[in-house]
């Protein structure tokens, strides 16, 4: 813990849900919930309106529906979620080179390495409400809740405390007071399993654990566990800011906005991503031993998948090959909307390789179309753009029939118009193919 608060936590306030308000004039201030959208999806994130009806994250679908049945129900858009928190972290780091992204919507920032004259409480407030005030900038209007202390653990603590749009510094030596009152699950790695066992000692609340000696705690959860428990119960926490390091890793990603089921075409895809990997990590004169494939299922569950070679490889069919294999034992009957693959665990050279030569380079790349909206799928919130009407979103669908509403973050709040599903003239609407470094 430090002497001051100097590490800034920042997150942005019902982050998905936020975005879709943004880019859709028309559900500003009401109920909105993003996540999968079928039969068996799981809420992402709710809006505030949406949580005033007690709908949650990670509470199935169903269950939000029945609770607030006029919510807007909406699948995510990646592509805009990822661009809105680029933009959040490069404002981040105007303010300190020390910035650590937990999330798309979460970062810590080390302000003892940014420019400042002093550490001040006063000082860091003035720093968070600037934050604040560029983050909603940037973003187009998103508001961000902060949180400043004198360790990650009570920073992140403090974030939460005054949400949705709040500031809250909790003053070097104001730790423990803040916590003792707090239940135990506010400590980091205390979760249902850890908490049950403290409960059963008769351990509720922080003050609690404060109270229960070291060695009492180390025969309860162990050596690790316990230690660890004695020294956040004191608010004790010296775990460092850490910047991302540079690219740790080469990926490619895609989302597709219906979901894709044939094996042959998510297989084309994984190969033919494999390839611009390969050709990105040659670009860099760079090779990795670990092959991950990362993929995102029509209920928003996220799988990486992940095999580490005996040497580095820069080598297109077998990143190919590798990625394609950790695509089998996955079950992908339901759909599949994101895939990636990517190499990590880098080297600046490229070792003989092992596993063949150029020339027997397998099949070259495939042919590889994927199913354009119009056959299949329009998901409600996706973007579209019509021939004449321009850009708007999938309001809903069926019958054969999708309706759109033609808006965007730009205009207000737009008319709604509903076409037959072949419409020649209406098309789903991304930006092109995601390339990410790290
Ligand atoms: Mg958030």
Redesign the pocket.
């Known amino acids: 813990m430090r002497q001051v608060a100097s590490v800034l936590h920042l ?5 998905f849900a936020a975005v879709e308000q943004r880019d859709k004039p028309s559900l500003r201030g009401k109920p909105v919930v993003v996540g999968g959208v079928g039969g068996r999806g799981v809420v992402s994130t709710a809006s505030y309106e949406a949580r005033t009806y007690g709908v949650r994250s990670a509470m199935s679908t169903r269950e939000a529906r029945s609770r607030c049945p006029h919510a807007a129900f909406l699948t995510g858009r990646f592509h805009a979620y990822h661009a809105t928190s680029r933009a959040v972290m490069a404002a981040l780091r105007e303010v300190s080179p020390l910035v650590e992204p937990l999330s798309l ?2 970062a810590f920032v080390d302000l003892a390495a940014a420019d400042l004259p002093d550490l001040e409480v006063e000082t860091v407030r003035a720093v968070g409400e600037r934050l604040r005030a560029r983050v909603h900038e940037v973003t187009g209007g998103l508001t961000a809740s902060v949180g400043i202390g004198t360790s990650k653990f009570i920073a992140k603590v403090a974030s939460d405390l005054d949400k949705p749009d709040g500031l809250v510094v909790v003053p070097p030596g104001g730790e423990q007071q803040l916590l003792r009152p707090m239940h135990v699950t506010i400590i980091p790695g205390v979760g249902p399993a850890t908490a049950e066992r403290l409960r059963r000692a008769g351990i509720h609340t922080v003050a609690d654990l404060e109270s229960v000696t070291l060695d009492e705690l180390v025969r309860l959860l162990g050596r690790a566990h316990g230690g660890g428990l004695h020294a956040l119960a004191r608010a004790r926490d010296d775990r460092a800011v850490e910047p991302e390091r540079e690219t740790k890793s080469v990926s490619v990603e895609g989302t597709y906005d219906t979901d894709l089921t044939d094996p042959r075409l998510l297989a084309g895809l994984l190969t033919r991503q494999a390839g611009q990997v390969a050709e990105r990590l040659r670009k860099h004169g760079l090779s990795g031993r670990t092959v991950t494939i990362k993929v995102r299922l029509h209920d928003f569950t996220t799988l990486n998948r992940s095999a580490t070679l005996g040497s580095p490889t820069d080598h297109a069919p077998t990143i190919g090959r590798v990625a394609r294999t950790l695509l089998a034992e996955l079950d992908t009957s339901d759909g599949v909307r994101l895939l990636g693959v990517g190499v990590s665990g880098l080297a600046d050279w490229v070792q003989e390789d092992l596993f063949g030569t150029e020339e027997d380079d397998e099949d070259p790349e495939p042919e590889v179309e994927v199913p354009s909206s119009r056959r299949s799928a329009w998901a409600p919130g996706m973007d579209v753009v019509h021939a004449d009407l321009g850009r708007g979103w999938v309001w809903g669908s069926g019958r054969g029939v999708v309706t759109v509403r033609f808006e965007t973050a730009e205009t207000p709040a737009g008319p709604v118009r509903s076409f037959d599903v072949t419409d020649p003239d209406l098309a789903a609407w991304l930006p092109d193919e995601e390339v990410n470094d790290g």
Request: hydrophobic share 45%.
């Open positions: 997150d942005l306030d019902a982050f919507d979460e």
